[in-house]
């Protein structure tokens, strides 16, 4: 069973910047591509990035391409979201994930708050 934990969300202004972590249990992580996710208030989770196994390919949304930068560090089992330029519709948890996600895999997420 593969536990996935996101950290490093918080409260900041609009334009602000955070790096989002997520940690994985497990050394197989490497094999898999990883995405981030988000849910908004009174919305459903939605699709935010995406980057292959071996880290060279990524992917984003169309709201947030030039502001989200999708990473990761296998030897450390980590994936990372750099977000810049944030703004109020940001706001969400966020959540990791393998693409396409496995439904057994959701960890608690990391709550993002963009104040305008």
């Known amino acids: 069973q593969v536990q996935l934990v996101e950290s490093g969300g918080g409260m900041v202004q609009a334009g602000g910047s955070l790096r989002l972590s997520c940690a994985a249990s497990?050394?197989?992580?490497?094999?898999?591509?990883m995405g981030w996710f988000r849910q908004a208030p009174g919305k459903e989770r939605e699709f935010v990035a995406l980057?292959?196994?071996?880290?060279?390919?990524?992917y984003y949304v169309d709201s947030v391409k030039g502001r989200f930068t999708i990473s990761r560090d296998n030897a450390k089992n980590t994936v990372y979201l750099q977000i810049e330029s944030l703004k109020p519709e940001d706001t969400a948890v966020y959540y990791c994930?393998?693409?396409?996600?496995?439904?057994?895999?959701w960890g608690q997420g990391t709550q993002v708050t963009v104040s305008s």
């Open positions: 497990r050394r197989t992580f490497s094999r898999n591509a």
């Open positions: 980057i292959d196994s071996s880290g060279v390919t990524t």
């Open positions: 994930n393998t693409n396409p996600p496995n439904p057994t895999y």
